[in-house]
């Protein structure tokens, strides 16, 4: 391939605006409805990193190329989240309180909780337990603070209550400064349309500072995922539940009482016959 053109730009986006376009469609995660593999205390460690205004790495970008439309306009295809997915998803359920898939294919939300009067050496922010839930110190889950309607004025002065003898004022600037998690910026590698997946693919080994490895197949499912026109989301799942099916046929009973989606779409009735023909 000609190296003639920039194969990339970096830009910055809040951690709303990141949100918000994932929301709004304009960028895809392909893994998003695959098993969520972080652990707790590392979303945990993301919420307080992004608090505490220390860097959390780059995301990866790659923008689909522009396709024709039937009248011959053109339209710019979909971005997709190639690296990242990991830390945005831990961001969608502790922050906008989505749920995610666990390793045995189970929806939960993972919730953090926040003590604002916290000491220096003292935790801040925890995986969320009963004993935090019990507690007037402690806001159970932080994606209360981050829904729309949340008042902060009135929250204060409902946690003093619970709380008498605490400072307003310090419980307010500790509110404030986690709500400012909003406008964290974080560094995003824009990669242009003409690169191909042999290059895409090097380009993330050679900057993905955690090792981890991308393969062409891996990128061919992400894009395959991401296309939403042709039921892509379907079939990538269909491929992810035929490997586990494989090697744990009992798996098929959770699947066809959790997912009722992929229940419904044509790729289900051909899975158990492509387990028997393997088997």
């Known amino acids: 391939m000609s190296a003639s053109y920039d194969k990339y ?3 910055q986006y809040s951690i709303s605006s990141i949100l918000g376009y994932i929301d709004a469609g304009d960028i895809a995660i392909p893994e998003i409805q695959r098993p969520f593999v972080w652990k707790g205390r590392q979303v945990r460690d993301l919420v307080d990193s992004l608090y505490n205004g220390y860097p959390t790495g780059y995301l990866i970008i790659w923008q689909n190329p522009v396709v024709k439309l039937k009248d011959g306009r053109d339209a710019v295809g979909k971005k997709v989240l190639i690296d990242g997915q990991q830390r945005i998803t831990a961001l969608m359920t502790a922050i906008a309180g989505h749920k995610i898939l666990t390793e045995d294919y189970e929806e939960k ?3 953090i909780a926040f003590n604002p009067l916290a000491k220096d050496n003292e935790e801040r922010f925890a995986v969320t337990t009963p004993a935090h839930t019990n507690s007037t110190f402690w806001i159970p889950d932080i994606s209360v603070v981050f829904k729309p309607d949340f008042d902060s004025y009135e929250f204060v002065d409902s946690y003093a209550e619970r709380n008498p003898g605490v400072s307003k004022k310090e419980v307010n600037q500790r509110i404030t400064q986690l709500l400012s998690i909003k406008s964290c910026q974080i560094g995003a590698i824009l990669l242009v349309p003409q690169l191909d ?3 895409v693919t090097e380009i993330f080994v050679r900057i993905n500072s955690q090792g981890k490895r991308l393969n ?3 990128f061919a499912m992400s894009k395959i995922a991401a296309d939403e026109k042709y039921g892509g989301n379907s079939l990538r799942k269909a491929v992810d539940y035929f490997c586990h099916l494989a090697v744990e046929p009992a798996f098929y009973a959770q699947l ?6 992929f229940m419904d779409s044509e790729y289900a009735a051909k ?5 028997s023909i393997c088997l």
């Open 9 to 11: 730009t970096v830009t």
């Open 109 to 111: 939300t993972i919730r």
């Open 197 to 199: 997946i042999s290059e």
């Open 216 to 218: 062409e197949a891996d």
């Open 256 to 261: 066809s009482n959790g997912d009722k989606d």
């Open 271 to 275: 899975i158990p016959r492509m387990i």
